[in-house]
């Protein structure tokens, strides 16, 4: 059995989002192969090289990979999918633009967002996934020739260092011109990056402004080194761009600490954010849903309580 996973990387280095990946990976047994498509992406090569559990990386080095537009490489990878039993990719941005594509291509059915592996051979394999905006797990069982996966990464512990697998250069597809960049506008922060912090500080609706999610978390959040997050009501009431949007229909995180304050738990905000380590809930509502799911919880007013809690780090 061989598994093909497709790397998320900025051509000079791996994302957080690959290591995880590579250990659902390891979990299905049989050799993992990494595929690494980009333009001067060798430093990324070499990094996925080093990953524990790895024994090949497969390098795609050119012009066309530049932009890593999922037209391009989706032919890339239905190109070199002979003898893979899976194709794995992260449950991210990239991957859940990308392997779809790759599914209708191979004409199979895509697994979408699994978060364990019950069972894997080479004929069957038995996945969890959850449904209903995490409020249920459903157990998938897939006869495909080959299985197309996206993981949800919070659901699995980064895989280790110490890898030396080889490096082999493979050739590049043909440019399908079937879509242009036109641009990219990234937002820049000296934080850590939403997705893979280990600390989250979280605002809602019950900050009632834009002025008081900045002036009551950001000092909280620089005394934590933590990353800012958001419920999806605080975004839709421009309180902060929506890259900071955490919940179903914005980024899932599972860190070491989240803190929620003035959000009420609904359940789309819940699915992004339930597998973190320890949850802090402070909200003035003693029944807010938020509450369910935390492992402490403060009942008062966030005007008053956060300041103090910033006061006393």
């Known amino acids: 059995m061989s598994i093909l996973v497709i790397a998320e990387h900025d051509h000079a280095a791996l994302k957080a989002a690959t290591l995880n990946t590579v250990a659902a990976a390891a979990k299905l047994g049989g050799d993992i192969h990494v595929l690494v498509a980009g333009a001067n992406c060798a430093a990324a090569a070499q990094a996925a090289a080093a990953l524990a559990g790895v024994a090949q990386v497969k390098l795609a080095d050119a012009p066309i990979y530049a932009e890593q537009t999922a037209e391009n490489v989706a ?10 039993t899976h194709i794995i990719a992260p449950a991210t941005t990239f991957g859940k633009n990308l392997l779809p594509r790759v599914a209708a291509l191979l004409d199979v059915a895509q697994i979408s967002e699994i ?9 069957f ?23 197309v996966i996206t993981v949800r990464t919070t659901a699995f ?13 493979i050739a590049a597809g043909t440019d399908l011109g079937l879509t242009q960049l036109v641009g990219r506008e990234l937002t820049k922060s000296a934080r850590p990056e939403l997705g893979a912090a280990k600390v989250i500080v979280s605002g809602g609706r019950g900050l009632a402004s834009g002025e008081n999610y900045h002036s009551l978390l950001e000092p909280l959040a620089d005394k ?3 990353a800012l997050g958001a419920s999806r009501a ?5 309180f902060v761009p929506n890259d900071y949007q955490v919940g179903q229909t914005g980024k899932i995180v599972a860190p070491q600490l989240y803190i929620a304050i003035g959000i009420s738990g609904a359940i789309q905000h819940l699915a992004g954010m339930k597998d973190s380590k320890v949850i802090v809930a402070i909200n003035k509502d003693p029944d807010a849903p938020i509450f369910q799911v935390a492992d402490y919880g403060l009942v008062g007013d966030l005007f008053a309580v956060v300041p103090e809690l910033t006061a006393a780090l």
């Open 115 to 123: 978060c364990g592996i019950e069972a894997s051979d080479t004929s």
């Open 75 to 84: 032919a890339l990878i239905v190109a070199n999918a002979e003898g893979y």
């Open 234 to 238: 605080a975004v839709d009431a421009g």
């Open 224 to 226: 934590l080194n933590a």
């Open 157 to 169: 512990d980064a895989c280790a260092q110490g890898g030396s697998a080889a490096v082999e250069s």
């Open 125 to 147: 394999s038995t996945f969890v996934r959850p449904i209903y905006a995490g409020n249920a797990l459903a157990t998938v069982k897939s006869a495909d020739k080959v299985k």
